[in-house]
């Protein structure tokens, strides 16, 4: 984190903060599928199948643009030694930071020793881009539930005492006070159904 805030890449609201975030720099350098690669020399890292990832460079810019998503483990005068991780990578994936991104970025800089090894193979095993787009999908995932919705309430106190019988059975999903409108799980609806017909008809309303 010093490193990066250092030479302008991150940045921490407070300096005792937890937490840091990437400079727009940081993130325009890391996607190194633009014009704006970090530099013209030879490749220097070194990524294998257990996800360890070996930099051979003493650059402060290169290892803190590889700290933006790699756990740093060893670091030496013209070495480094780091581990990618589901923590590591998604916080690089909340700060903005696509897994194709990190991915390019290890592809354009990658040691010639990775380049010999492949042949006519990708760069990057491929245990490693299926886990970092796996650690993406993640954060994209969604869980969907059926719901029904409830909304012909003629007064607030109406929606208020179905909306509250929800509640106390826990099938509420969803409900605005303001537009009296309540959605409720399939689960739960059959009992809030047979409240809400039973009070209508208590208070002598149609159903």
């Known amino acids: 984190v010093q490193h990066l805030r250092q030479i302008g890449l991150g940045y ?22 633009t014009e704006k690669t970090v530099s013209t020399k030879e490749g220097y890292i070194i990524v294998e199948t257990n996800f360890r990832v070996y930099a051979y460079t003493s650059s402060d810019l290169d290892i803190a643009l590889i700290a933006l998503f790699v756990e740093t483990l060893h670091r030496f005068d013209n070495f480094l030694v780091g581990q990618m991780t589901r923590e590591s990578v998604q916080m690089a994936l909340q700060n903005g930071i ?47 539930e059926e ?38 799980n399939k689960k739960g609806h059959n009992d809030v159904k047979k409240y809400w017909k039973t009070y209508k008809r208590e208070h002598g309303e149609s159903g």
């Open 98 to 144: 696509s897994a194709q991104q990190i991915l390019d970025f290890l592809r354009t800089h990658a040691h010639p020793q990775m380049l010999a090894k492949k042949g006519n193979g990708p760069v990057i095993p491929p245990t490693v881009t299926d886990q970092l787009f796996l650690w993406e999908m993640e954060r994209t995932r969604i869980s969907t």
């Open 147 to 184: 719901g029904v919705l409830y909304s012909q309430f003629l007064s607030d106190s109406d929606f208020k005492v179905v909306q509250e019988y929800a509640q106390n059975i826990g099938c509420v999903m969803w409900y605005s006070s303001q537009k009296r409108l309540l959605v409720v």
């Open 12 to 33: 921490q609201r407070r300096h005792t903060a937890p937490w840091f975030y990437p400079t727009r720099h940081a993130i325009e350098l890391i996607s190194a599928g």
